[in-house]
């Protein structure tokens, strides 16, 4: 399976420098891979530098818990659109989906759907499975779609654990076919992406994707 046009090339470590920053775009260059996934402090520098190439350059809202004020993931938002994000992964928040305050989670979805749809880009929502049961990430998965973003995800890659299959799978099959799956975090082997893929994801976010594509 040719898996680099699946994967976001991920660096989201906080202590992550600037030359550690360039040598993931590097090697999303060389490798074709989707995008390059960093953090908001670096996604101006990021755009600069794949500017001339198919690589996009992706980022986080409200990361790593979700609990940002809508005003403030909004703001991070616009400020990665104009500092020239392509995509955007925002953490839902999950503690009011957790208290069944289904229409808090929505309109604050709708509202950076709107914003990223406006301007021409992707959001992706994630949900961190690791802290919701079945049920939870059925509910979620269908708040997700129902609130125009383009991809659910599974995980942040800093909660208790990454992703499952069998949460790719309730996720598959809560959307749908209305959008897309995301598997994040812990996805270290060709064959471990693989099973994401097969279980319905269309895109991986990985920090192993050296070691995934046999080049590390």
Do not use: C
């Not at 898996?3 to 920053?21: F, G, M, S």
């Amino acid at each position: 399976m040719e898996l680099n046009q699946y994967i976001d090339h991920t660096l989201l470590k906080p202590e992550a420098t600037e030359d550690q920053v360039d040598r993931v775009v590097q090697e999303a260059i060389e490798n074709h891979f989707k995008t390059v996934m960093v953090n908001p402090y670096w996604v101006e520098h990021v755009h600069d530098k794949l500017r001339t190439t198919s690589v996009g350059t992706a980022t986080v809202i409200g990361f790593p818990l979700g609990a940002n004020t809508t005003f403030i993931k909004l703001e991070e938002a616009k400020r990665a659109i104009a500092d020239g994000a392509d995509e955007l992964d925002m953490v839902m928040n999950i503690g009011e989906l957790k208290a069944r305050h289904y229409e808090a989670v929505l309109g604050e979805i709708e509202q950076l759907a709107d914003l990223a749809r406006t301007n021409g880009k992707i959001l992706k929502v994630i949900i961190e499975t690791a802290l919701l049961t079945d049920d939870e990430i059925v509910k979620a998965s269908e708040l997700v779609a129902d609130g125009g973003a383009d991809f659910v995800k599974t995980s942040t890659g800093f909660s208790t654990r990454g992703a499952a299959v069998h949460d790719v799978e309730l996720m598959h099959k809560a959307v749908n076919g209305r959008i897309q799956v995301k598997a994040a975090g812990g996805i270290h082997t060709a064959e471990e992406a693989e099973a994401m893929i097969k279980a319905g994801a269309t895109r991986l976010g990985v920090s192993a994707s050296m070691k995934i594509i046999g080049k590390a």
